[in-house]
């Protein structure tokens, strides 16, 4: 099948959920403006909160925007499945044939947009092609900075063909229904295109009320929160250029590259990962957690 000469009127939906996004400190304006140019509509959850983000996400100029309003399960405290509800009632009012998953923290890059768009319509008729992964920057401490660790995940699928049963169990990743009890991960492209994600830049002041709103919906207590309880080994430079819609957030990207100083020494659990990235350079693979199955592009 020529899936070049397939003419088709394509549809690109994206989709979030956010709650308290003001008061904890997500670049959720920043998130959302990012793939406004790339998508027909973007349905967005806003839980009811303390703070103004309803308002504020009112008051961005586009007709692209469908606003969902929805009351959490407080008493939903299992493993973050809240979040797994969250992100489906904003998935579930998709209407386009690609469903564009975004975090409040992730940012596309308008450089990638066109790019975006022509692998979405070149496999839009070709059902092989479930999900396509992002390659992801995790910022971490400054915007200079950036992690390479086998602990963290690389790569990670953020847009999903919607006609396919698909469901979150904790919001993070998808899992596919193939028939009545198949459970598996979408089959996935890889095509090289970066997800920016800024989670982990915000101050610690934002960061450990964060921890205290969303620690009930894990069913554990809220903890102080460090950026310097990392292993410094795995922080790297960050020469690129951030998206133009993060930039203005920034003080002239002069930040130094962060490092960490470990108050005890570096935490057990990355004691035991240096081995795996040790593992990793002298295999020349990649060993961080994939929720997909990789597919070769056609």
Known sequence: MNLKNVSSQMKISAFTFVKNGQLLGYPFVQSIQSVLPLVDEFVINVGEGEDDTLAI???????KIRIIESKWNDKMRARGYVYGQQKMIAQFNCTGDWAFYLEADEVVHENDIEKIRAICEKHLHNPEVEAIAFDYIHFWGNESTYIDSSHWYRS??????????????????????DGRKGRRYPRA?????????????????????????????????????????????????????HPKVMQSMF???ANDIFIPNPKNGIPKSYKRYRWKDRLEKILKIDLSKKHYQLIKET
């Open 57 to 63: 996400i009112q008051a961005i100029k586009s007709d």
């Open 189 to 241: 492209l890889r095509p090289g295109i970066n997800m920016y994600h800024y989670g982990w830049t915000r101050t610690i002041d934002q960061l450990e009320k964060k921890d205290e709103k969303v620690s009930q919906y894990w069913n554990r207590k809220a903890e102080k929160v460090s950026y310097d309880e990392i292993d410094p080994l795995i922080m790297r430079s960050f020469t690129g250029e």
């Open 156 to 177: 990670e699928a953020r847009i999903i063909r919607n006609s396919i049963r698909s469901y979150a169990p904790d919001g993070l990743y998808w899992i596919v229904l």
């Open 251 to 253: 003080n002239n990207n």
